[in-house]
């Protein structure tokens, strides 16, 4: 570059530098100025050298990434020396301690936490890239500010794509939509997050992007048209009530109306809402919420509001602090527009996310609703027994899902994700009461676990100490917190039960003269083709392997040192062999259909479908139920042409699954004996009673039981256990 042109890009930078002060959402004391001045000197000086992709210098980045902290977020001083700062570690000689020498711990700790999650790898691997995410929300409770600079980082490298290769565009554009978005969408940042997602669609399908904008630029005189025309049919009415306002009209996103057009198969034209009407008032805290309700008054005065599209969030914000008043009104030449009536207050925050709250609660720390939401999330973060992408999809679900709001007994008012449970809402409300659900009651009315909450429900809880999850109850959540806490409850279960199986296996091995150490355990994960010894004890204590097993077990294990002493000499086995062939899988069962039942099968050689793969049922003409992955190369053929065919499949875990069966008894009829038979059966923990029925006739009873139990021994024991009740004479399986 010539002298002039570098002294054109100094002074711009100088520019640059100015204009970051002077739009800076809070008011910057001295101490500020002169940590933004140093962070900024020290940016320039680390960046010298360095140049964009588009030939600018890298300041420019930086600089551009601190002004979205400073303006559009509103964070404070500290923030917007981090963003200053963001890429120096990474980049350049400077090191995290110089960084904590000339700025202190805490700029040092946000700069770190930046720096770790710069450059998440983006392969098209979702596991890959779910695993990234997942320790990039870790850093989240370290310090919110690290994500939201995150963001801003995200935002500006999004405004700036042009020069990079078209294959870039896409990856960045894609981890965008995948990762960033939601994450703004749920620190309530709604401008970044609409922003973020038109860019990403301008990259990932520019065709349908342009032809959209495009479309709305031609709208948008005809759009500042009827807004006008909107506001002055209400001015008259808002000036004689004394309002100070402001009416503007908000074009949908770019996304938002590609979005609508697909799920609703309508081309841009019939998308009906293209546009909202904002009004946003001026009013102290104390009667905001009644000025908002007297212009929601005189909008459906003169416009007729659709009832089915009122939005209360005044009076109940979401979750991320959003506020506002929502209505749907038959506007001008009879076409529906949404009207959004905000208190600057409420503009700020839904514009600004968290860091509004923190300006109108004179602090900048200690939000409630941001620090519930870090907890549960930390929870989640912290469960090992939710895979990476399976904590993704759910943290998404949860992160767009639209909320509902429900009551306990007392009043006390919950906002719980959309298509939540009764299960779900005990979970909410503490985990340990969730653990111990024994049933719920939904507007006075007992209902199953798995019902679904709808808005304004009363909900009530019923506990009891006795009462455990199962693993059925996993299918009756939807929140991630609920489904990780079951499980972890469900793990622990296990545990208990194979611990008391060690013990049990050591004393019936003792019978046996079979001393229960290492080696034999091996030998027993082996020989009962089980994962882990943990396992193996487990399937002992659930009663699964009984005593005739283990003198199987014995038999074979006094054939084995026969065997050897009679060869005398013999070849080690290869370890390596040895684990193929006696590998074995948590899933090891395939059951079909909704019932989940056990039929014969045969696996097909097109797809070669191992334990745990996604699968399903194809009944062949002559050689019965084939079971194919549901990615197989012919499954799409299948499942259009012979969908009659199909059947739902899938493995399980055959020590995890509860089988329903019906005992049929008979006998004398004596008093005490229906308390008698429920008493056994509610005695074994792992019997489940589903209903009961006597009938007595002339001094004689039949009777039907239905109970889940998870195996064939725990049923047998629980037969002759009934067989020694006074008064029975028969118990069969109907």
């Given at each position: 570059m010539t002298e002039t042109a570098l002294e054109e890009e100094r002074k711009a930078i100088a520019k640059e530098y100015k204009n970051l002060l002077k739009i800076s959402y809070r008011v910057l004391s001295t101490a500020d100025k002169k940590l933004i001045r140093s962070a900024f000197d020290v940016a320039v000086d680390a960046h010298k050298e360095q140049r964009r992709k588009s030939g600018e210098a890298y300041i420019f980045h930086p600089i551009a990434v601190a002004k979205i902290v400073a303006s559009e977020i509103g964070l404070d001083a500290t923030s917007i020396a981090a963003a200053l700062l963001h890429d120096v570690v990474e980049d350049t000689s400077y090191t995290l301690i110089d960084i904590e020498q000339l700025f202190g711990k805490v700029v040092a700790r946000i700069v770190d936490g930046l720096t770790k999650i710069s450059n998440m790898p983006y392969e098209g691997d979702v596991s890959l890239q779910a695993e990234n995410f997942r320790k990039m929300l870790l850093t989240l409770n370290e310090d919110i500010r690290v994500i939201i600079i995150k963001i801003a980082d995200r935002l500006h490298n999004m405004q700036t794509m042009e020069s990079m290769p078209p294959h870039k565009q896409v990856k960045i554009a894609s981890e965008t939509l995948y990762i960033y978005a939601p994450m703004a969408h749920r620190i309530g940042l709604y401008n970044i997050k609409?922003?973020?997602?038109?860019?990403?669609?301008?990259?990932?399908?520019?065709?349908?992007?342009?032809?959209?904008?495009?479309?709305?630029?031609?709208?948008?005189?005809?759009q500042d048209v009827y807004i006008k025309s909107f506001s002055k049919t209400l001015e008259d009415s808002l000036i004689a009530e004394k309002l100070q306002y402001e009416i503007k009209g908000r074009p949908k996103s770019i996304y938002s109306i590609r979005r609508k057009m697909n799920t609703q198969s309508v081309s841009f034209d019939e998308v009906?809402?293209?546009?909202?009407?904002?009004?946003?008032?001026?009013?102290?805290?104390?009667?905001?919420?009644?000025?908002?309700?007297?212009?929601?008054?005189?909008?459906?005065?003169?416009?007729?509001?659709?009832?089915?599209?009122?939005?209360?969030?005044?009076?109940?914000?979401?979750?991320?602090?959003?506020?506002?008043?929502?209505?749907?009104?038959?506007?001008?030449?009879?076409?529906?527009v949404e009207v959004q009536i905000r208190s600057e207050r409420m503009n700020e925050i839904a514009e600004k996310g968290f860091a509004a709250h923190y300006k109108y609660k004179n602090k900048d720390s200690d939000d409630g609703g941001l620090d519930v939401w870090l907890n549960k999330l930390q929870e989640t973060l912290e469960n090992q027994d939710i895979s990476a992408v399976d904590f993704v999809e759910e943290f998404k679900l949860n992160l767009y899902s639209k909320e509902i709001f429900v009551f306990t007994p007392k009043g006390d008012l919950y906002?719980?994700?959309?298509?939540?449970?009764?299960?779900?809402?005990?979970?909410?409300?503490?985990?340990?009461?969730?653990?111990?659900?024994?049933?719920?009651?939904?507007?006075?009315?007992?209902?199953?676990?798995?019902?679904?909450?709808?808005?304004?429900?009363?909900?009530?809880?019923?506990?009891?100490?006795?009462?455990?999850?199962?693993?059925?109850?996993v299918d009756y959540v939807t929140t991630g917190r609920a489904r990780s806490k079951i499980k972890s409850s469900l793990k622990e279960d296990r545990k208990e039960i194979a611990n008391d199986g060690k013990e049990v296996l050591a004393r019936k091995l003792k019978s046996l003269k079979i001393n229960l150490d290492e080696k034999t355990i091996n030998q027993m994960v082996r020989h009962f083709k089980v994962k882990t010894s943990l396992d193996l004890f487990y399937r002992v204590g659930a009663g699964i392997i009984d005593n005739k097993q283990l003198k199987e077990f014995a038999?074979?294990?006094?054939?084995?040192?026969?065997?050897?002493?009679?060869?005398?000499?013999?070849?080690?086995?290869?370890?390596?062999?040895?684990?193929?062939?006696?590998?074995?899988?948590?899933?090891?069962?395939?059951?079909?259909?909704?019932e989940e039942q056990k039929l014969d099968y045969k696996m097909s050689n097109c797809c070669s479908p191992i334990p745990g793969d996604d699968v399903f049922g194809f009944t062949t003409v002559n050689e019965g139920i084939k079971v194919h992955k549901q990615n197989c190369p012919n499954a799409l053929q299948l499942q259009s042409n012979y969908s009659y065919r199909i059947i739902l499949a899938k493995w399980i875990d055959s020590t995890q699954r509860d089988f329903k069966t019906e005992l049929v008894l008979s006998g004398i009829d004596a008093l005490g004996l229906v308390n008698h038979v429920t008493k056994e059966i509610s005695n074994n923990l792992h019997i489940?009673?589903?209903?009961?029925?006597?009938?007595?006739?002339?001094?004689?009873?039949?009777?039907?039981?239905?109970?889940?139990?998870?195996?064939?021994?725990?049923?047998?024991?629980?037969?002759?256990?009934?067989?020694?009740?006074?008064?029975?004479?028969?118990?069969?399986?109907?």
């Open positions: 609409t922003e973020l997602e038109d860019l990403s669609l301008k990259y990932t399908e520019p065709e349908v992007y342009n032809d959209i904008n495009s479309k709305i630029k031609e709208s948008k005189e005809e009906y809402d293209k546009f909202a009407v904002r009004i946003i008032y001026r009013g102290s805290v104390e009667d905001e919420k009644f000025l908002a309700w007297k212009i929601y008054s005189i909008v459906t005065d003169h416009f007729r509001p659709n009832p089915v599209r009122l939005r209360d969030w005044i009076s109940s914000p979401k979750s991320t602090g959003y506020e506002a008043l929502h209505i749907t009104v038959m506007g001008p030449k009879g076409r529906w906002s719980l994700p959309k298509g939540a449970s009764a299960l779900d809402f005990a979970f909410h409300i503490h985990t340990e009461i969730g653990l111990h659900t024994r049933g719920t009651k939904v507007n006075g009315k007992l209902v199953p676990l798995s019902h679904t909450l709808n808005s304004g429900d009363q909900v009530e809880i019923i506990t009891s100490n006795s009462a455990k999850p199962s693993i059925n109850w038999a074979s294990r006094s054939n084995a040192l026969l065997s050897f002493f009679k060869n005398k000499i013999r070849k080690p086995s290869n370890p390596e062999e040895v684990n193929k062939e006696e590998i074995t899988e948590k899933f090891d069962q395939i059951v079909f259909g909704k489940d009673m589903k209903s009961v029925h006597f009938d007595t006739n002339d001094g004689l009873f039949n009777g039907k039981i239905v109970v889940v139990v998870k195996n064939k021994n725990t049923l047998d024991n629980l037969v002759q256990n009934l067989k020694k009740i006074n008064g029975i004479d028969k118990v069969t399986r109907s």
